[in-house]
């Protein structure tokens, strides 16, 4: 979708006499306040009655009441179908009137006295730990290349180890791929509403500036970066990305009893990006450990879609139906039921090119060796050798890893990255997509339903939902790379994890949502000789 889409769409509704009268049976005589959001229609084979190959968009509305939040007042049961090409209105799809809730419900601060806090002050009296050369980031044993993309947003690549002098590989490439937000309603206001944010809207095109000492600490380096638009054109984006140093716990720590204490801090650096996609503000963080880890952090912030309702309690008559698919979060305002599924796209380069993907799962087996013990706890470790066996619902109790056995640590064992799609979160675990198998959602996007996906290397796949996939009638993305069933091992492998969260609303997430988070990890494993924050050794 371009951003002239959005300014004509408006045009479109602003002067629709046909629109104008709709509006009357919901009590709004003045069009000039209605604020439209024009949203990618999906596909449903024809059963919502529209054409395949025609431009497309559905239009749900609000009122702006004056409070500087028009989310809050949905004019609901009420969608205005726009052919782009044709630029009119095609269809009104309505259900019942719903009264448009009106309760003021700012989120800026203007009727709030704001707490009274002392500054916290972070200083580095004697300087930056990293430092920026051109596009390239070096920090601690840490260096990589770092680039801003229209549809994704950051991509960071060639990223590489320094272990006592030698540089190793760890990753070629690493990015958001792709992420969709999926409702579960099934009303004419909702069916429809499984947003995929990169790839029908453009993150990158959407990047929200950081504002330093707020969206970033106070020590926050901000870079501006170049895209090109919807046009194709250069355009420059300030304080598009933060890049911070962070104190992050102890490392490692140790008492013994009579001895004095063996602790170091844990220190982190941030890689930060923001994207505003209509009420959601997305926040990206790469983590970079000093122990070889790397974090992946994708969190939600902003304002959740609601859906206006006739219950203003759980007491009222119609409270049960009005809850059916949400959480009553304000009087006449429901938080509808739906998921944040993120994927990441991330060509790992384990101490090398050719990888090899290897499981390990924990299993009890019987005591053989005799003794008091009944069992002991094994691993049973085994090579995933292929595409489709390699797609896979995330086991917490498991571990995978992709390997180069090819290089070995000083005990023999092949050096690894372990890969942690989930690594927690607050709120819960998207474990796979929540729709019938035969939605025509799971068809098209089947990246939703597992959250480990390995594939060979092919530089035209990046995107887990294909590179068009607006009104896409079959997968085109992951579903599609991994069909062949290409071998794994001792291979240019991809990984693609898919991490996020199923979110039921509540009361203390409107009318503003503190950003919740969903974790992802890279680890590695075996990859170095030892505790690798020890330090070098003395000579």
Do not use: C
Request: glycine share 8%.
């Amino acid at each position: 979708m371009l951003l002239d889409d959005f300014v004509s769409v408006q045009n479109i509704i602003n002067t629709s006499s046909e629109f104008a009268e709709v509006l009357k049976k919901h009590g709004i005589t003045d069009p000039g306040k209605v604020v439209t959001t024009p949203l990618t229609v999906g596909f449903f084979d024809g059963k919502d009655g529209l054409q395949q190959d025609a431009r497309l968009l559905k239009v749900v509305s609000y009122l702006d009441t004056g409070d500087g939040n028009y989310w809050a007042h949905p004019i609901e049961n009420l969608v205005a179908v726009v052919d782009l090409e044709a630029k009119k209105i095609i269809k009104i799809e309505e259900g019942p009137v719903i009264p448009v809730p009106m309760e003021p419900r700012p989120y800026d601060g203007r009727d709030r006295n704001a707490p009274a806090v002392k500054p916290l002050e972070i200083t580095e009296p004697e300087g930056k730990n990293y430092t920026i050369t051109g596009d390239t980031i070096h920090w601690q044993n840490w260096d990589f290349h770092l680039r801003l993309n229209s549809r994704v947003g950051p991509i960071l690549s060639t990223v590489t180890y320094n272990d006592n002098g030698t540089k190793r590989q760890v990753m070629y490439e690493g990015s958001l791929g792709g992420m969709i937000v999926p409702y579960g309603d099934p009303d004419v206001g909702w069916y429809f509403k499984a947003y995929l944010d990169s790839g029908d809207y453009g993150m990158g095109t959407l990047t929200s500036p950081i504002v330093r000492g707020k969206d970033a600490p106070s020590n926050a380096v901000l870079l501006d970066e170049t895209i090109a638009d919807y046009t194709g054109k250069p355009t420059t984006i300030p304080g598009a990305v933060a890049i911070f140093e962070r104190y992050a716990g102890p490392e490692y720590k140790h008492l013994e009893m009579g001895k004095p204490n063996v602790s170091t801090e844990r220190r982190e650096l941030v890689v930060r990006w923001i994207s505003t996609v209509g009420n959601y503000d997305y926040i990206f963080d790469w983590v970079f450990h000093d122990n070889g880890t790397i974090g992946i952090d994708a969190g939600a912030t902003g304002i959740e879609a609601v859906k206006g309702v006739l219950a203003k309690t759980m007491h009222d008559p119609s409270a049960k139906e009005d809850t059916r698919y949400g959480t009553l979060i304000d009087h006449n305002i429901v938080g509808t039921t739906h998921q944040h599924i993120y994927n990441f796209r991330l060509d790992l380069d384990v101490d090398g090119e050719n990888n090899t993907l290897v499981a390990m799962d924990p299993e009890v087996k019987p005591n053989t060796a005799g003794g008091p013990r009944t069992s002991t706890m094994q691993v049973n470790q085994y090579t995933i050798d292929s595409e489709q066996k390699a797609a896979q619902k995330f086991d917490p109790g498991t571990i995978r890893l992709l390997s180069n056995t090819s290089k070995e640590n000083r005990m023999g064992n092949p050096v690894s990255y372990q890969i942690i799609p989930y690594a927690g979160g607050t709120h819960p675990a998207a474990t796979g997509a929540k729709f019938a198998p035969d939605e025509w959602i799971y068809h098209r996007l089947s990246f939703m339903d597992k959250q480990l996906w390995v594939t060979r290397y092919h530089p035209t796949e990046r995107y887990p939902e294909g590179k068009y996939p607006n009104r896409s009638a079959h997968d085109t993305g992951l579903g599609q790379y991994a069909k062949d069933d290409e071998s794994l091992t001792n291979h240019d492998d991809v990984v693609w994890i898919t991490t996020g969260t199923t979110h039921v609303a509540r009361a203390e997430e409107w009318p503003i949502m503190p950003t919740e988070w969903a974790h992802a990890l890279l680890k590695p494993w075996n990859f170095f000789d030892e505790t690798p924050t020890l330090g070098e050794k003395k000579k």
